[in-house]
RNA sequence: CGGGGUGUCGUAUACCGGUAGUACGCGUGCUUUGGGAGCACGUAGACUGGGUUCAACUCCCAGCACCCCGACCA
């Protein structure tokens, strides 16, 4: 990609009304925009970001062999009535059309998964099952907060289960589904904690994966003898760890990134989902249910890497592999070295983002630094000279020099 | 949803009951080009509505927007 073509304009001053770190990086960098309150625009650059996390979750669902799906955002109300949560749930955005039908923007897709599941699921030799989807959520947060970490639309990858008892939903829900979260986490840099918390109004518990950063929104206890932690709502001095019995527990901020719950047969019996067994008999379909919100991991990620500078890309998530910058374009040896090197890295299916735009050096190195690419590339008057180009990592001091025509040294580092 | 705060060019700000100035940014041109270059010219603003007043950006009221703290966070 060239940067002189390209939907992308850094900015020299920080947004004023929003303190995050996450939001002060990713709008200065031209990665977001805010639109409104909790309401962003996802610009070239953060897209491709938000296409590498969605990415890494994907493929986990996939070798976990659920299905992917695509549901409506815009819900009729029946379904809601249905479960009773047209009425109970306090952030659900509710909707009139002008011929007077009533609607909802889903905030999470309980309501229409499970219906979804009617003409799929009859037999126990149907189950289990699991479907997934990665979509826009809505829900109307009281406030809305610290850039992409609480917003009001958002992206989510949300997976449900079907099984035939508890048994089966517990077992999933402890071998399959969180070791799968906790692959997806390790794959882009991040440690999360997995956490216990309150089942909310239809189970007696539920897991949290949290990730421990100085600007976290909440506060966990991480036992100190198995790694397992509690969250504030259910952490109580001198409980035993559930795991582990211990008792010694430190506490962290931290910012949720992922968050599963078993359902039980809560929305089965509302939508009437039931499956036969070996004797013949109805038996309530049991669920669960596994969120991961992708925009916002896009906002944990800054505030975990990043410097004085901008953001520190971890590799697998950056929106490209390398930033080559191209200085004393003027020259045109200068300016041919550069274009075989970009033409070269792209045919090998490497992704670069070529600054081509006619700046001075200074502002090149700076956003460069902002945006955050992993590896900086510099073609210049000084490194052609020596038929070389320069590699430097974002966040190291050291700068090495490659000759151009071994450039596929490259695809190894 | 409770409490608090703020609304003047994109950003940071100044002044003022007599109709808005500066810096940065942004744009164009020329000169520049290894860590946010220089010069020139340009660009752009009082949240909205009502009230008081001869006169309101300024005072009063209402609304709206945004931010912060808390509550909430299937």
Same mark, same amino acid.
């Given at each position: 990609?060239?940067?002189?073509?390209?939907?992308?304009?850094? %900015?020299? /001053?920080?947004?004023?009304?929003?303190?995050?770190?996450?939001?002060?990086?990713? !709008?200065?960098?031209?990665?977001?925009?805010?639109? &409104?309150?909790?309401?962003?625009?996802? *610009?070239?650059?953060?897209?491709?970001?938000?296409?590498?996390? !969605?990415?890494i979750v994907r493929a986990e669902m996939d070798k976990i062999g659920a299905?992917?799906?695509?549901?409506?955002?815009?819900?009729?109300?029946?379904?809601?009535?249905? $479960?009773?949560?047209?009425?109970?749930?306090?952030?659900?955005?509710?909707?009139?059309?002008?011929?007077?039908?009533?609607?909802?923007?889903?905030? /999470?897709?309980?309501?229409?998964?499970?219906?979804?599941?009617?003409?799929?699921? #009859?037999?126990?030799? @149907?189950?289990p099952l699991a479907v997934y989807?990665?979509? /826009?959520?809505?829900?109307?947060?009281?406030?809305?907060?610290?850039?992409?970490?609480? $917003?009001?639309?958002?992206?989510m990858k949300d997976l449900y289960s079907f099984h $035939? @008892?508890e048994k089966d939903l517990n077992e999933y829900y402890e071998k399959v589904a969180i070791p799968a979260y906790q692959r997806i986490y390790r794959a882009m840099?991040l440690d999360a904690v997995l956490t216990e918390a309150s089942g909310g109004?239809?189970s007696k518990f539920s897991h949290e994966f949290q990730v421990e950063?100085? #600007?976290?929104?909440d506060?966990i206890y991480v036992c100190?003898k198995c790694g397992l932690a509690k969250n504030?709502?259910i952490? !109580?001095?001198?409980?035993?760890c559930t795991v582990c019995?211990?008792?010694?527990?430190?506490?962290?901020?931290a910012s949720e990134v992922g968050n599963i719950f078993p359902l039980k047969?809560?929305? #089965?019996?509302?939508?009437?989902? $039931?499956?036969?067994?070996?004797?013949?008999?109805?038996?309530?379909?049991v669920m669960g249910c596994y969120g991961i919100g992708t925009?916002?991991l *896009?906002?944990v990620?800054?505030?975990?890497?990043?410097?004085?500078?901008?953001?520190?890309?971890?590799? #697998?998530?950056?929106?490209?592999?390398?930033?080559?910058?191209?200085?004393?374009? %003027?020259?045109?040896?200068?300016?041919?070295?550069?274009?075989?090197?970009?033409?070269?890295?792209?045919?090998?299916?490497?992704?670069?983002?070529?600054?081509?735009?006619? &700046?001075?050096?200074?502002?090149?190195?700076?956003?460069?630094?902002?945006?955050?690419?992993?590896?900086?590339?510099?073609?210049?008057?000084?490194?052609? !000279?020596?038929?070389?180009?320069?590699?430097?990592?974002?966040?190291?001091?050291?700068?090495?020099?490659?000759? *151009?025509?071994?450039?596929?040294?490259? *695809? %190894?580092?």
């Open positions: 990609m060239r940067q002189s073509q390209y939907f992308l304009k850094t %900015s020299k /001053t920080q947004p004023s009304d929003d303190p995050s770190v996450n939001a002060r990086l990713l !709008e200065q960098g031209g990665f977001v925009q805010k639109v &409104m309150a909790g309401v962003y625009t996802f *610009l070239p650059l953060g897209l491709r970001v938000l296409a590498k996390i !969605e990415d299905g992917e799906v695509l549901m409506p955002a815009l819900q009729p109300k029946e379904n809601w009535a249905k $479960t009773g949560r047209w009425d109970e749930l306090d952030v659900l955005f509710r909707l009139k059309s002008r011929h007077g039908y009533d609607y909802a923007l889903g905030p /999470t897709h309980e309501e229409i998964v499970t219906p979804a599941a009617l003409p799929v699921i #009859s037999s126990y030799r @149907d189950l989807q990665i979509q /826009t959520k809505f829900r109307d947060e009281p406030r809305a907060k610290s850039g992409l970490l609480r $917003t009001r639309e958002f992206r $035939t @008892d840099g109004t239809f950063i100085p #600007s976290g929104e506060y100190e504030k709502e952490f !109580e001095e001198g409980v035993a019995g211990g008792k010694k527990y430190r506490e962290a901020a047969t809560k929305y #089965s019996k509302s939508f009437e989902l $039931t499956y036969t067994d070996e004797k013949g008999k109805k038996q309530d379909v925009s916002r *896009l906002g990620l800054v505030e975990k890497y990043h410097d004085s500078r901008g953001i520190i890309w971890p590799r #697998s998530v950056a929106p490209f592999d390398f930033h080559l910058l191209l200085l004393d374009a %003027s020259d045109p040896k200068v300016a041919e070295a550069a274009e075989q090197l970009y033409g070269a890295l792209q045919a090998k299916g490497v992704e670069v983002l070529l600054d081509d735009r006619d &700046m001075s050096a200074g502002v090149k190195f700076v956003d460069s630094d902002l945006i955050g690419i992993p590896r900086r590339l510099v073609v210049s008057a000084r490194s052609v !000279e020596k038929g070389s180009f320069e590699l430097k990592a974002r966040g190291e001091g050291k700068t090495e020099l490659i000759e *151009l025509r071994s450039f596929e040294k490259l *695809l %190894s580092k």
